[in-house]
């Protein structure tokens, strides 16, 4: 009987799955494997938040498997060694594989594709984590888009939406006896049980994602467009890890989306196309990593390769790190992120902002933070959302364009919801200070039990003042050279 192997990766999930579709349709009997190698992920693997999705999408994917009469082949160590072995004892004819984009995890596997190849094993590789193959979208010049408008315009003209590829009526396996560890063994959840608070937010899994899917699309679509930057208010789809792990397709999500979208409800082919908009600029993200791989370590505008970041101030990166700069909308999102594993994406540019210029300290150590904390941790976006943010990207925002904590709490959390949910010790705070604490009088402190400097801390940086700075070390190094 003719085996193939399918190797899950960044998809995990049943339905819509190109490579595990094509695996049975084509072969006789097909051997499912997870290999765990958090070593070949290098210095940018994703930290405790991401791993603990990890165990329970796998253990999800487990559960599925088995209930179609398959069996799910778990390994750790080498990837190569691993599935080489699997390869071996099942006589394995092909390998099938939905493509990874980090840039490690490219050349990873072009050594296990030539290796296979040298054995005689074919290899198969599919998409299954993008709408579009980077390489199929370029410019008249053929170079890469560094700029999301004319991207987003070349996608419109090329994409065709296929239908999603439904769940396998049945999962067939090579009957040999091969060796599996448990999830358990796995060691993605940490002795230390911080993470027994995010059952509170998410249920990892494909069913979880499909279940959420419905529920964005029937209650917070119609209003996305309009609810989508407001924190204090549940307007987002809250998706984000479920693309990361591969539970759902950004296929499925569009598909879906367009369906619903072709009601005759007012409003509803606007907030579709912000809607598809986000997952074209996920794509986006993944499109620059893509082309330019370097940029994990380095900013892809090379003006600031050297750009003069604060160095020594481990209490500032600290005290953001934790929610204790005094300016309450920052706190709140880093306060939410440690809780809950996530930030609301409009306070993720915030917090961002005030780290790389505020505070001048480097993207580089806010985008290592957001991969510890994290549970939608993802390589590309989280390196291009920091880049852009900091001015250094590609379509970046303008290094003058500062968020102003203030006013963007007061344009995005008016009542101050979002605060008061994130930081308890401001709930009894007035209205008219929860913006800016420290101007709340002694009295009024004394009355509200909230002291600014003792239960809350005072603003840790001058506002306008590192604004100033942060543009005229632009001006010197950025446009001098300096």
């Known amino acids: 009987m003719r085996t193939a192997m399918l190797w899950f990766r960044q998809d995990l999930r049943l339905a819509d799955n190109s490579a595990l579709h094509d695996a049975l349709k084509q072969f006789d009997r097909v051997v499912m494997v997870y290999v765990h190698a958090p070593c070949e992920l290098g210095e940018w693997s994703p930290g405790e938040a991401s791993q603990w999705w990890l165990h329970h999408s796998l ?137 027994d608070k995010l059952h509170q937010y998410w249920q990892p899994g494909e069913d979880a994602a499909q279940d959420k899917l419905e529920s964005f699309l029937s209650q917070n679509l119609i209003a996305y467009s309009a609810l989508r930057d407001r924190p204090d208010v549940n307007g987002t789809s809250l998706l984000s890890p479920h693309l990361h792990f591969g539970e759902i397709s950004p296929r499925q999500l569009l598909w879906r989306s367009r369906i619903v979208a072709n009601s005759s409800i007012p409003g509803l082919l606007q907030a579709l196309e912000t809607f598809t908009k986000e997952l074209v600029w996920r794509e986006f993200a993944y499109y620059t990593l893509h082309h330019y791989p370097r940029i994990i370590g380095e900013p892809l505008n090379e003006r600031y390769r050297n750009f003069p970041y604060a160095k020594n101030r481990e209490d500032l990166l600290l005290a953001w790190q934790t929610g204790r700069t005094g300016f309450p909308l920052v706190d709140a999102g880093m306060r939410q992120l440690w809780e809950s594993g996530t930030m609301h994406n409009r306070v993720r540019m915030i917090v961002a902002s005030f780290l790389t210029k505020n505070a001048l300290i480097s993207w580089k150590r806010g985008a290592r933070w957001f991969l510890d904390t994290l549970v939608d941790a993802d390589l590309a976006s989280n390196t291009f959302n920091w880049q852009w943010v900091a001015g250094c990207g590609a379509d970046a925002a303008p290094f003058f364009r500062i968020f102003n904590p203030i006013s963007q709490s007061q344009k995005f959390d008016p009542v101050g919801k979002y605060i008061k949910q994130w930081l308890p010790e401001l709930a009894r705070m007035p209205q008219r200070y929860i913006h800016e604490p420290w101007k709340m009088p002694a009295a009024v402190q004394k009355d509200f039990k909230i002291f600014i400097g003792k239960t809350y801390p005072s603003p840790i940086i001058d506002l306008k003042q590192t604004r100033q700075t942060a543009i005229d070390l632009f001006q010197r190094h950025v446009k001098t050279g300096v």
């Open 59 to 195: 253990s999800s994917l487990e559960s599925s498997v088995q209930k179609l009469g398959g069996r799910l082949i778990i390994r750790s160590g080498s990837s190569l060694e691993q599935l080489s072995d699997i390869a071996k004892q099942a006589q394995v004819n092909t390998l099938f594989f939905n493509r990874a984009y980090d840039p490690i995890l490219v050349e990873r596997d072009r050594e296990i594709v030539h290796s296979f190849k040298n054995i005689g094993i074919k290899c198969r590789e599919y998409n299954g984590l993008l709408l579009f193959n980077p390489e199929h979208i370029s410019t008249q010049t053929g170079s890469p888009y560094r700029v999301f408008t004319p991207f987003w315009n070349k996608f419109q003209s090329l994409f065709q939406l296929e239908q999603p590829l439904p769940v396998p009526n049945q999962l067939n396996h090579a009957y040999c006896s091969l060796d599996s560890t448990s999830i358990d063994d796995l060691g993605l959840l940490s002795q230390i049980r911080w993470y």
